[in-house]
């Protein structure tokens, strides 16, 4: 049974970093690209980044670029989404999502996390 679990949503001041994580069972993770989606009330989910099965290569959201960043440790089953200067558009659920093999720019996963509440506030 695959499972992805994220962590470390909340609600944070603008400006300030958050660090998502998301923990994965059940595949190999190795051998799956990740991706991290968000989705504001009201509207569509929305790729935010993206990250090859080796960690070597990496995609964002233009929205998103230069601000946040994704990794991975493949020791750990872990991806990780370290967000800084957070601006109130940033509110949405995130949610992680695995495919196999998937390159970072992927928009369609097989798999996908329950999500974690992001809130930015002024």
């Known amino acids: 049974q695959v499972q992805l679990v994220e962590s470390g949503g909340g609600l944070v001041q603008a400006g300030v970093s958050l660090r998502l994580s998301c923990t994965a069972s059940g595949i190999i993770f190795r051998n799956y690209g990740m991706g991290w989606f968000r989705q504001a009330p009201g509207k569509e989910r929305e790729v935010v980044a993206g990250?090859?099965?080796?960690?070597?290569?990496?995609y964002y959201a233009d929205s998103v670029k230069g601000r946040f960043t994704i990794s991975r440790d493949n020791a750990k089953n872990t991806v990780t989404l370290q967000m800084n200067s957070l601006k109130l558009e940033d509110t949405a659920v995130y949610y992680c999502?695995?495919?196999?093999?998937?390159?970072?720019?992927?928009?369609?996963?097989?798999?996908w996390g329950q999500g974690t509440q992001v809130t930015v506030s002024s």
């Open positions: 999502a695995a495919r196999r093999n998937a390159v970072p720019t992927t928009t369609s996963y097989d798999y």
């Open positions: 990250i090859s099965w080796s960690g070597g290569s990496t």
